[in-house]
DNA sequence: CTGAAAGCGCTTACAG
DNA sequence: CTGAAAGCGCTTACAG
């Protein structure tokens, strides 16, 4: 009465040990690799399996090893429109590195300060490892994970050398660009950056300060502006910088150096013929504007794969370089010449 | 010999069930709230949970139920920068949507026609359901989605009806928009638009004829230029507006209309004294600009928590409507006055 | 109201 | 090389 002549169903590696008169230890193992089994045994299960598409179910596996084969990102929630395209690709490269062996991806999305989203990830025990998109001095976020003992790896440095970390050389960057333009004979230079809290902001006043240093040149301390967030701060500070005759303009990011570039424009100030202008991060918008901006250019997908495959190396108990220093290029743009 | 004065480390069930004398059951219906049980015992369990900061591991009570707890958010792999501030905001609106319902967010990275990642996912049957960030015509990821008949929402229009999915209604505000502008007596205008694959420009596509026909005014078809994705299409398209005398220009989005403002400043044109500018889609670029850009304006994280309520409604096997419309706000700004 | 038992779909000592 | 059995940490009929 029964119509069976329809495609079997193959739901869980019981059905397959049926339909092939094997145990489902064995089928386990000739899918998994894992253990012995016969060449062809392993052939027949292997050819059964693509048949009929049937794909090991990844969540029971993880309950049975003790693992979720699932890391989490965590990305800033809010963020300048500037610094997108850079996390965004970082995004990308983590996501495929993950997928190469056959990890997925949870997204955490949280503010400073706040870590609630994670904490909830890490309550479920729904992922192995946690990838940090950035890092701040005095993170909270940190305290938790060294609490919970849960392997991760931070896209940035991090005041503790001994946690696993992979970030560009920022400090030798910065610092070759700002001797580049020391040589040039731009002396009158400002500098332009955000929050040090951010730590790849103090790395950038490092690199600055050392190029100074290795020039000879004495630090122009009272044309350092700080901790600018808002777009008033940002102006006030240009408009002191242009009393002080400062010809160069140097800024921390692209955000901060498109604002340094549209206030530079309402004082009647062009650029490159009245005054130079720099960034310590490229961008689209840096290489669209016009003159083009000589910035320090970084590859974020490097900079993601890494991070990624350091964390999955983490978690397969191979040995890891805790610190890795990636590069970064030297953007030589009209804005500068 | 041994120390246990320590606190004890509880993992699962079955230890708290020792601890206070009970039965893996009852403590299990105690913590999920699921099947009768009294209310002393429950406050004695609930009380031992919140002591030993206890949480049930999701995967495992997943595999039980047949459930992930796991949704996959799919993004489009590249995306011009200026799109992105609008995809982060509801991708933020998803995320903290689903935690609020102790949901995760599995991120899906894909390009058009490339849905192995999804795939992936799908195989390993790591998530409940799907989220899709954007519609295109003729997608093979919808096909994938409908022969595996995982749930899924879009957010953007979907050509079969039948289907979920969560839109702003974009024909009528491009409609509102461009009949606003005719009755200012902006009559030489020209549309500038991108790839009619995303199924959003149809709509807009869509919307600008309809306030032709509204008004009762002849369709200017030969200024109406489509598919443009380059940039030297677009200057084209510019310079022949400009040699046919448009006045007014309309452009579906933030990306197309920054390249036809910059062309418009390398023409010599000004904006809004020689030329008007309206763009589709609003964005901080629109507003920053100089002048400000008149632009559509659509609240993504109403787009994306109505989306991943939506999907999960459905998940829980609630009633959930099938087609549904959200608002949007005309931003008239300084370019059309 | 409570519990023993079976089950979710895998893995992996252990024994043969 | 292969398999029966126990286990991963939960849920949920079923019985009492």
Same mark, same amino acid.
Request: glycine residues 4%.
């Given at each position: 009465?029964?119509?069976?002549?329809?495609?079997?169903?193959?739901?869980?590696?019981?059905?397959?040990?049926?339909?092939?008169?094997?145990?489902?230890?064995?089928?386990?193992?000739?899918?998994?690799?894992?253990?012995?089994?016969?060449?062809?045994?392993?052939?027949?299960?292997?050819?059964?399996?693509?048949?009929?598409?049937?794909?090991?179910?990844?969540?029971?596996?993880?309950?049975?090893?003790?693992?979720?084969?699932? *890391?989490?990102?965590?990305? =800033?929630?809010?963020?300048?429109? &500037?610094? $997108?395209?850079?996390?965004?690709?970082?995004?990308? /490269? !983590?996501?495929?590195?993950?997928?190469?062996?056959?990890?997925?991806?949870?997204?955490?999305?949280?503010?400073?300060?706040?870590?609630?989203?994670?904490?909830?990830?890490?309550?479920?025990?729904?992922?192995?490892?946690?990838?940090?998109?950035?890092?701040?001095?005095?993170?909270?976020?940190?305290?938790?994970?060294?609490?919970?003992?849960?392997?991760?790896?931070?896209?940035?440095?991090?005041?503790?050398?001994?946690?696993?970390?992979?970030?560009?050389?920022?400090?030798?960057?910065?610092?070759?660009?700002?001797?580049?333009?020391?040589?040039?004979?731009?002396?009158?230079?400002?500098?332009?950056?955000?929050?040090?809290?951010?730590?790849?902001?103090?790395?950038?006043?490092?690199?600055?300060?050392?190029?100074?240093?290795? *020039?000879?040149?004495?630090? =122009?301390?009272?044309?350092?502006? &700080?901790? $600018?967030?808002?777009?008033?701060?940002?102006?006030? /500070? !240009?408009?002191?910088?242009?009393?002080?005759?400062?010809?160069?303009?140097?800024?921390?990011?692209?955000?901060?150096?498109?604002?340094?570039?549209?206030?530079?424009?309402?004082?009647?100030?062009?650029?490159?013929?009245?005054?130079?202008?720099?960034?310590?991060?490229?961008?689209?918008?840096?290489?669209?504007?016009?003159?083009?901006?000589?910035?320090?250019?970084?590859?974020?997908?490097?900079?993601?794969?890494?991070?990624?495959?350091?964390?999955?190396?983490?978690?397969?108990?191979?040995?890891?370089?805790?610190?890795?220093?990636?590069?970064?290029?030297?953007?030589?743009?009209?804005?500068?010449?």
């Amino acid at each position: 009465m029964e119509q069976v002549t329809e495609k079997k169903q193959i739901q869980n590696i019981g059905d397959i040990a049926k339909e092939l008169g094997l145990s489902k230890t064995t089928v386990s193992r000739a899918i998994s690799g894992k253990g012995r089994v016969s060449q062809a045994t392993r052939k027949k299960v292997q050819e059964f399996v693509s048949q009929y598409h049937y794909y090991p179910n990844a969540v029971a596996r993880g309950l049975a090893e003790k693992k979720t084969y699932n *890391i989490a990102l965590v990305v =800033p929630k809010s963020f300048t429109v &500037l610094d $997108l395209p850079f996390l965004r690709k970082s995004m990308n /490269a !983590v996501c495929e590195t993950a997928a190469e062996r056959n990890y997925d991806v949870l997204l955490s999305m949280s503010e400073a300060d706040e870590y609630m989203s994670l904490k909830r990830i890490l309550d479920n025990r729904k992922v192995d490892g946690v990838i940090l998109s950035r890092t701040l001095l005095e993170d909270p976020m940190l305290d938790l994970l060294i609490e919970r003992q849960v392997p991760f790896v931070a896209m940035g440095r991090l005041k503790n050398q001994e946690l696993y970390q992979v970030d560009n050389n920022h400090v030798e960057a910065c610092q070759n660009l700002t001797a580049l333009l020391l040589l040039k004979d731009y002396r009158n230079m400002a500098l332009f950056g955000g929050e040090l809290r951010n730590i790849v902001n103090q790395s950038r006043l490092e690199g600055f300060k050392k190029a100074y240093a290795q *020039i000879g040149a004495e630090l =122009p301390s009272e044309c350092i502006y &700080l901790e $600018l967030e808002h777009e008033e701060q940002l102006e006030k /500070a !240009v408009e002191d910088a242009v009393k002080k005759h400062v010809s160069c303009f140097v800024c921390m990011d692209d955000a901060l150096c498109k604002m340094v570039l549209r206030r530079l424009r309402v004082l009647g100030l062009r650029v490159p013929d009245d005054v130079k202008v720099a960034s310590f991060f490229d961008s689209q918008l840096m290489a669209e504007n016009n003159p083009p901006v000589t910035a320090l250019h970084f590859d974020s997908e490097e900079l993601g794969r890494t991070a990624c495959r350091q964390l999955l190396d983490l978690l397969d108990g191979k040995q890891v370089e805790k610190n890795i220093c990636l590069g970064y290029q030297l953007m030589m743009r009209d804005s500068t010449t």
